[in-house]
Every structure is written in C-alpha cells, then in structure tokens.
C-alpha cells in the first residue's frame, strides 16, 4: 500500500501523536485528532497518468487515505459514483445543476465511503468489535463492512428510526439495540456498552478515520470534473456532518498540492426542526447549541448536537459558505418532483438540500451565474 500518513495532530494544540496505540483525541483539549499526510510526496506520487491506470474506487486516491497493510482493507466494491448534469430551469435558471449520486455505493449510501476506511484501519489496528450509534444509515453500513471484514459490531438506534435501517442491521448479523430518544441518547447508552467491550468506537467525527474516509467525495468531485469544471457551490444534507469536514480536508490538501486553485463554497442544509449547524452559523458561534426536541422525516438528519461541531462550523467557514434551514413541508415535495423530472432516485435527505439551493437563491447567497453540485447521499427509502 502507498499510504503517505505521516501521524495525528489535534486541531486544537496542535501536539503530534503516532497512530498506534489507537487513539482517537487529545488528552489535554479533547479533540478528536486529525490524518496528516506527507503532501509533497503525494505530489510526486499521483500525477494524472498514474491515478488513470488504477481502479476507479477508493484505492485511486491511496496515498492520501491512512491504511498502510493491504491485507486489513475491507471493500464490498466502493465504486467511483455518477456525477450527472441535469437541466433545471427552478434549481439552476443560470445553466446546468449537477449531482452527485452515492446512493450506487454499498449499502445504499454514502456512509459507506467513511466506514470503509474506519473498518479497515480498525482492523489493521487489531480491533474485533465495532460500536456506532446511528439515526439508521451509518448502523446498516458498520454492519455490512464488519460482516464483511470478520469483525463484529454492535449498533445502538433510536426506536423510531427506519424500519429499514433495523432490518439491513439484523440481515448484516449486527448486534441491535434501540433505546428511546434520539440519536445522542443512543450514543450516550450505547457508548457505556461499548466501552466495557472494548469495541472500538466510530461514531461520527469521535475518531479519526471515518472522515478520512469522506474525504473521497471531494477527491472523486475533482477528478470527473477537473480543477476548471469545479463547482461554485455544494449544498450538503447535514446531520453528524463528517462530509463537510471530509470535503474541506480534501479540498485543502488539493489546495495545497498546486493542483486547485478555488475551493467550492461549502453549505450545510438542514431541516428547521434539527438545524443546529445552520443556526450555530447564522449566529456566530463557535459550537453548536443542542436542539432540544428535534423533528424531521429525514431521519439521517435528525442530529441534535453534532460532536466536534467546532470542526463542522470551522470547515463550512474556510470555504466562505454558510447554512440554509427548510421547511418540513418543502422536503419530500422538493425529492419527489426532482426524482419525477429528472429520473434520479435521492435520499429524503437530499430533499432538504434540493430544497435548499431554492432558498440559497432567493436569499441571494447563490447566484444565477454559480456552478451548484447538490450531494445526493442515498437512494429514496419510501
């Protein structure tokens, strides 16, 4: 393998730590620490040529993802995903919407890029068990990436989570519990459990590897469209939000390789009802304010208190983006007229990101004359 990972650096002292024994934050600022590569090597390493002539998944971008051992990656086939233009007079009145379909990965969605990475570094670190507590998705893809590894894992869900996502977790042989509550209370009951186990615990942004993982999205971004047919702007569909933390850390290591010259401009997209990100934004802050009772259909979204939200706010603020919060009743209305004009099958979760760019236009954060690329996390649920 030709990973180039240097070590872990916290964000917030900036002390450097070796990878082994696993750890996952800072002891003195608790932070959970982040990948550092070798860039100038990767520049070396990754001319165009090269990437070309390898597999069109994960692997193309190696040098910059942390598995070292090729025997401990877990793959269940992470294919590079479409990326489709679409004409759409109501999203895009200036030109061409494009779209970003991840609902063709693993499992349905795009959890499966970070757990990819999570699993197989775990592996390799000589972790058995696996803990996350999930709204559904990252549940059914831990299980699948665990199955698949011989690992075992155990997910802990909130009792009104998608029947869907229960089954996918019990057909993949995890170990499911629900709790009542929401996701943060799964994360608090389970995370006790984890710990008398020893299961190596990848909840989002709680260690390091699940964003490296994400980190994906901007890498395949920039090569189906190369650094003069990058996007203006990404209007993402935030919950747990590794994919704006993941799509900023690959934008800045291309950034910083020479091979980008303008960083697309980062939005998160939430529901009104579970919008702490976009408020957290709107208002200033440095970390978010919990959201007391929070209420959505999309239920992948359905974060009250984002962990590291510091990291989330700090990426979506490097790139000059900002927040938008959607109306319930504009959600399902926005994927369903989208899926019926246009043939694409997106998440509940990409409604509020669909709908979003309507009001990111009105609101004359996006103009007409921006290139727009709205990330299409999954595959419609019913």
């Known amino acids: 393998?030709?990973?180039?990972?240097?070590?872990?650096?916290?964000?917030?002292?900036?002390?450097?730590?070796?990878?082994?024994?696993?750890?996952?934050y800072?002891?003195?600022?608790?932070?959970?620490?982040?990948?550092?590569?070798?860039?100038?090597?990767?520049?070396?390493?990754?001319?165009?040529?090269?990437?070309?002539?390898?597999?069109?998944?994960?692997?193309?971008f190696e040098e910059l993802l942390p598995l070292r051992d090729s025997s401990s990656r877990v793959s269940l086939g992470e294919n590079e995903t479409p990326l489709l233009k679409v004409s759409d007079p109501e999203l895009a009145p200036g030109g061409e919407l494009l779209i970003k379909c991840d609902g063709f990965l693993p499992t349905g969605t795009f959890k499966a890029r970070g757990m990819a990475v999570a699993v197989s570094k775990a592996k390799e670190l000589g972790f058995k068990d696996l803990f996350v507590p999930t709204a559904g998705n990252a549940g059914a893809a831990l299980?699948?990436?665990?199955?698949?590894?011989?690992l075992r894992s155990l997910v802990f869900m909130p009792q009104d989570a998608p029947e869907?996502?229960?089954?996918?977790?019990?057909?993949?042989?995890?170990?499911?519990r629900t709790v009542p509550g929401h996701i943060g209370d799964a994360g608090r009951i389970g995370r006790e459990e984890a710990k008398r186990r020893g299961a190596f615990d990848?909840?989002?942004?709680?260690?390091?590897?699940?964003?490296?993982?994400?980190k994906t999205m901007g890498f395949e971004i920039f090569w189906t469209l190369g650094p003069e047919g990058m996007p203006d702007v990404i209007v993402y569909p935030t919950g747990g939000g590794t994919g704006l933390v993941g799509m900023q850390r690959a934008f800045s290591q291309l950034q910083e390789m020479g091979w980008l010259a303008k960083v697309p401009r980062l939005y998160a997209a939430q529901p009104k009802g579970c919008a702490p990100v976009v408020e957290a934004l709107k208002r200033g802050r440095e970390k978010v304010e919990p959201v007391a009772s929070p209420t959505t259909a999309a239920a992948g979204l359905r974060v009250p208190s984002?962990?590291?939200?510091?990291?989330?706010?700090?990426?979506v603020r490097s790139t000059h983006g900002g927040g938008v919060s959607?109306?319930?009743?504009?959600?399902?209305?926005?994927?369903?007229?989208?899926?019926?004009?246009?043939?694409?099958?997106v998440a509940r979760e990409t409604g509020v990101a669909l709908a979003g760019v309507q009001l990111l236009r009105q609101e004359g954060a996006v103009d007409r004359s921006d290139r727009v690329l709205v990330y299409n996390t999954g595959l419609w649920m019913g």
């Open 202 to 214: 990848v909840s989002t942004l709680r260690e390091p590897w699940r964003a490296e993982g994400k």
């Open 164 to 176: 869907s996502a229960r089954t996918q977790v019990a057909l993949y042989g995890g170990e499911l």
């Open 326 to 345: 959607v109306p319930e009743t504009a959600i399902e209305p926005a994927a369903r007229r989208f899926m019926s004009t246009h043939g694409i099958s």
């Open 1 to 24: 393998m030709a990973s180039l990972l240097q070590d872990l650096m916290c964000p917030g002292c900036r002390r450097a730590f070796s990878e082994r024994p696993a750890r996952t």
């Open 143 to 150: 299980a699948a990436y665990a199955a698949r590894g011989g």
């Open 26 to 60: 800072c002891l003195e600022c608790s932070r959970t620490l982040v990948a550092r590569y070798d860039l100038e090597a990767a520049k070396e390493r990754m001319s165009r040529d090269r990437l070309r002539a390898r597999p069109p998944d994960l692997r193309r």
């Open 306 to 315: 984002p962990f590291s939200s510091e990291d989330i706010l700090g990426a």
